[in-house]
């Protein structure tokens, strides 16, 4: 009794009118909280003593490249569950989910040359979190190309799904790497909600934009996720009731 | 408070940002089409169907 809602999670028109449901709530969510953690972060928050305002970059690189590993690790937990357990939503979410990834990360590596430039003198370095997380950019490519070359969805899944499972061993890679090797990135900024290495009116912007990223994600995976569905049971006689 | 000039690194904070607004931009944008041409897929392949099954429980005679 007591999973009986998750259970239903498995059923595609109960998993299709929720994501309908939740869609708008979540953009509009993060929407808002996207633009105050923006304005608190160019706005509010005091510059830094030793980088100036350069550090206002945070506010977008850190969540960006959180995001990055977040959504891998999603992708790699609902590939497992779709392996063990057959389900193929769980398969639905990955594949809904890889776009938004590689763009995260995309933005982590952009903003982080961005950020580079002027703090170290140089675009790029070939340092260990760096690379690491080059490297989650081609998991990524990886996934979405594998997905992409096969026409049976339930070959691609399985296929794309233990790119998903064996990739993950990079994220802990990427998050230790500042602390397992002597690198020219800073280490975590708040490994410790208790104790984070910066101030209070620094860091409510970076936890509200990291909030509002992930409600941006959710909403972005609702209107993948629905497409998903349609391509999947596009026979299925539900599916003209929904549409 | 001067809102458009921070100091040396004004550049490389708005770009980022700019950077940002076209990611949410963008995919929520995509997002949306792919949603509706999918759909509208979808609604073909159904119409189709529909129009190319024979009629039952009408025979002739």
């Known amino acids: 009794m007591m999973w009986t809602w998750f259970h239903k999670l498995g059923s595609p028109p109960y998993a299709y009118r929720l994501a309908c449901l939740l869609q708008p709530w979540l953009f509009w969510l993060a929407t808002a909280l996207m633009a105050i953690g923006a304005y608190g972060g160019l706005f509010v928050a005091p510059t830094d003593y030793q980088m100036g305002d350069a550090f206002r970059i945070l506010y977008i690189h850190a969540p960006a490249a959180y995001m990055s590993m977040a959504i891998y690790v999603i992708m790699a937990i609902t590939s497992a569950i779709g392996m063990i357990w057959r389900i193929k939503l769980a398969f639905a979410i990955a594949a809904a989910s890889a776009p938004l990834g590689a763009w995260f990360t995309a933005l982590a590596l952009a903003s982080g040359a961005i950020w580079g430039q002027p703090m170290w003198g140089t675009w790029w370095v070939w340092d260990a979190r760096l690379t690491s997380e080059l490297i989650l950019l081609f998991l990524y490519f990886g996934y979405m190309g594998l997905r992409s070359a096969y026409d049976d969805p339930n070959q691609a899944d399985r296929a794309s799904g233990i790119i998903a499972i064996v990739g993950v061993v990079n994220v802990p890679i990427i998050k230790f790497s500042v602390d397992w090797w002597n690198t020219l990135h800073q280490p975590a900024t708040i490994s410790k909600l208790d104790n984070p290495s910066i101030t209070a009116d620094m860091l409510w912007p970076l936890l509200v934009m990291i909030v509002a990223f992930n409600l941006f994600y959710g909403a972005v995976l609702m209107n993948r996720f629905r497409c998903e569905i349609l391509n999947r049971e596009r026979n299925a006689r539900w599916l003209p009731e929904l549409l | ?61």
């Open chain 2, 1 to 61: 408070m001067d809102f458009f000039v921070f100091d040396k690194y004004a550049m490389h904070v708005w770009a980022v940002y700019g950077l940002g607004l076209l990611l949410i931009v963008a995919n929520g944008w995509l997002s949306r089409q792919k949603l509706k041409k999918t759909k509208q897929r979808v609604m073909r392949r159904l119409a189709s169907r529909q129009t190319s099954q024979p009629s039952k429980g009408v025979t002739a005679e």
